[in-house]
């Protein structure tokens, strides 16, 4: 079984930062892309950044210049500093990781973690 566990939302005021984590634990072998996506109320889940185990990343535009996505292998985690906050990127972050197990490789989420920006 592999977990995924965010922590680090919360509320924030109109440019301020938070720095999310997701920490995944359980049987794994190895993790390859790593990725945070958001989903506001009424709206689709999207995208925010991805990240690969040799450190590539990848941002949607709407967050380019303000977020910053990285990971710690050793440590199978990864974080997401968020600056320059605003009321728009409201929603709850959930991680997600393509893990590989004694089962091959799987896709898993997180439970997801709150971000409410007040302006």
């Known amino acids: 079984q592999v977990q995924l566990v965010e922590s680090g939302g919360g509320l924030v005021q109109a440019g301020g930062s938070l720095r999310l984590s997701c920490a995944a634990s359980g049987s794994i072998f190895s993790i390859y892309t790593m990725g945070w996506y958001r989903q506001a109320p009424a709206k689709p889940r999207e995208l925010v950044a991805t990240?690969?185990?040799?450190?590539?990343?990848n941002y949607t535009e709407a967050v380019k210049g303000r977020f910053t996505i990285s990971r710690d292998n050793a440590k199978n985690t990864m974080y997401l500093q968020m600056n320059s906050l605003k009321p728009e990127d409201t929603a709850v972050y959930y991680c997600?990781?393509?893990?590989?197990?004694?089962?091959?490789?799987?896709?898993?989420w997180g439970q997801g973690t709150q971000v409410t920006v007040s302006s």
């Open positions: 990240i690969t185990r040799g450190g590539r990343t």
């Open positions: 997600n990781a393509r893990v590989f197990t004694s089962n091959g490789w799987d896709d898993y």
